[in-house]
């Protein structure tokens, strides 16, 4: 059975010879390693045995936008984007003014650290929250240019599949506040929040519409649902901020012939019955105890039925524990989540090592995690 295969019948709950097992993030970078960008971590040569490594064995799940990521409301003339250099790291500041208010965001990404970091945050309070809202949606009215996308798509061969990353409209709007105001904004103010949840709604509901009648049958992720899990936001506001909004996103992917899996790190088990609600065909990353609070044998049980697993492998644990160690995390979750009967799961990490130098324990962990899938029957 090929890689592609193999992913393809999980997505479809029809038998496999093994369950198929994906590195995640790393299936995305696998070609960056010669990309010699001073922000590229990949580049560095301890990369180099582990993205070989994930090209030529892993069941490849590959990230690939079809028009780049998703841009937000626009207002060109009272929008400002300044970038600077300061030694190892690059500072991007926004600008935008909104009903006589100057509303600032800022960021900072280090050379050595794959990951951006908001320093300062767009809107600080309810007034801001309201001079944002003055401004006019964006619409979404582009032509789609998928050949990029069909390009790599036929690189991959039968490595892998392709996936297509979306945000939903809580990934939108929760982002524009610092965490503390953001909770705060979406449990005192519902209807502001509402309001700016159906106005980004419009724009991803028209692009996932384009992407999925250009590009259908594919695998799609969608970002956001975390920001309503707990203990941020209680279940009743996941019910309201997330679940119709993911529905109608599924429904559309649906419409094309497409699978969709949501995106949702933490603590989940009292959330899982609106995550049902919305049809999807899978979720991620299913973090383990400690990090969240459901076993793959509780998922598998519970929905397993319906869901394809995606999961559930802790970075940490990959990046530190010894090897023996994992190799029993590895089997639980192998063991649990294929017991008895269910849709099909797919071993994978929670998230990507984000260092410039790869550790050796790393590399040798993501060796273990392939030679058990390899030989588990």
Not at 19 to 29: L, T
Not at 130 to 155: H, M
Not at 243 to 272: K, Q
Request: charged share 25%; aromatic share 10%.
């Amino acid at each position: 059975m090929t890689r592609k295969e193999r992913l393809l019948n999980t997505l479809q709950g029809k038998a496999v010879d093994r369950p198929p097992v994906s590195f995640y993030e790393v299936d995305w970078y696998v070609d960056r390693g010669e990309d010699p960008d001073p922000y590229n971590i990949f580049h560095h040569p301890s990369w180099r045995p582990l993205l070989e490594l994930t090209r030529d064995k892993v069941d490849r799940i590959l990230s690939i936008n079809p028009v780049g990521a998703m841009p937000k409301r626009t207002v060109p003339d009272r929008m400002k984007t300044v970038v600077e250099e300061n030694g190892d790291e690059r500072i991007t500041t926004f600008t935008l003014e909104a009903t006589g208010r100057k509303l600032t965001s800022r960021t900072t990404r280090q050379k050595d650290v794959f990951t951006v970091w908001t320093t300062e945050h767009l809107l600080k309070d309810a007034d801001d929250f309201k001079a944002y809202l003055s401004l006019p949606p964006e619409e979404f009215a582009g032509t789609l240019d998928v050949q990029a996308f069909l390009e790599a798509e036929e690189k991959l061969g039968d490595g892998g599949i392709s996936l297509i990353n979306s945000s939903d409209p809580l990934c939108m709007v929760a982002p524009l506040f610092d965490m503390g105001t953001y909770t705060v904004m979406a449990l005192t103010e519902e209807d502001l929040f509402t309001e700016a949840l159906d106005r980004a709604a419009r724009y991803i509901f028209t692009w996932t519409r384009a992407v999925a009648e250009a590009l259908p049958g594919r695998l799609w992720r969608i970002c956001g649902p975390e920001y309503a899990g707990e203990p941020y936001l209680p279940p009743s506001l996941f019910h309201k901020y997330v679940t119709p909004y993911v529905r109608e996103i599924v429904d559309i992917i649906h419409a094309g012939g497409g699978f969709a899996r949501v995106h949702c790190h933490g603590r989940i088990r009292n959330i899982m019955p609106y995550i049902m609600e919305t049809g999807c065909d899978g979720i991620d990353p299913i973090e383990p105890l400690g990090q969240g609070d459901v076993t793959m044998e509780y998922m598998r049980r519970n929905y397993g039925d319906k869901l394809v697993l995606f999961g559930n492998l802790e970075i940490t644990d990959i990046e530190n524990l010894p090897p023996e160690e994992l190799r029993k995390k590895v089997m639980t979750a192998l063991d649990e989540g294929t017991a008895g009967s269910g849709r099909g799961m797919v071993l994978m990490p929670s998230a990507c090592p984000y260092g410039r130098v790869l550790p050796e324990k790393a590399l040798k962990n993501y060796e273990l995690i392939l030679e058990c899938v390899e030989n588990y029957r």
